[in-house]
């Protein structure tokens, strides 16, 4: 289990999507039926010195079956074994919660945007790992965050664009 507190940690939080971007509520999937779907809300944070964490909420209907959710964290040390986790979930293990703050929760998975933070929470074997962004999210929307491949479609939208953070 990791249980550093980094206060000097960069964090990221992206939110990857193959459908329209509209007035959708923060951290609230909008699933379409096509096949070629996904959505992910990924954070990617640097402990400095080569060492990085990711963590990965998902919903998709790549694959067998629609609306899967699944969950995914990395943690990589500098030096030293990684330590992975992934877990798949049906269309009825995962939801969005409005209130009382905006929160995707996937199995026992969640990223959750508070008053004036963003938390990540994914369990491991031999514990969990929490990650508290230390700043308010936001939309921000990327230069060329539209990308159109003949009729495909991918979005970007960044909710957390830099932050301290605690893991």
Not at 48 to 63: E, M, T
Not at 133 to 157: C, I, L, N, W
Request: aromatic residues 6%; positive net charge; hydrophobic residues 40%.
């Amino acid at each position: 289990m990791i249980r550093t507190a980094l206060t000097c940690a960069t964090a990221v939080v992206c939110l990857g999507l193959t459908a329209p971007a509209s007035a959708a509520g923060l951290l609230q999937p909008e699933p379409i039926g096509a096949e070629t779907y996904a959505e992910s809300f990924t954070l990617s944070i640097d402990l400095g010195g080569g060492a990085y964490l990711q963590g990965q909420l998902a919903v998709s209907n790549l694959g067998p079956g629609d609306g899967q959710g699944a969950c995914r964290f990395l943690y990589v040390p500098k030096p030293g074994q990684e330590v992975s986790a992934a877990q798949k979930f049906g269309k009825d293990k995962w939801r969005h919660e409005a209130k009382p703050n905006p929160k995707m929760i996937v199995g026992p998975c969640s990223i959750t945007a508070e008053a004036s933070a963003v938390r990540f929470v994914a369990p491991l074997d031999e514990g969990r790992v929490e990650v508290t962004m230390k700043s308010k999210a936001q939309r921000v929307r990327p230069p060329q965050h539209d990308v159109r491949v003949g009729s495909a479609f991918y979005q970007t939208e960044i909710i957390v664009p830099w932050s301290k953070a605690d893991v």
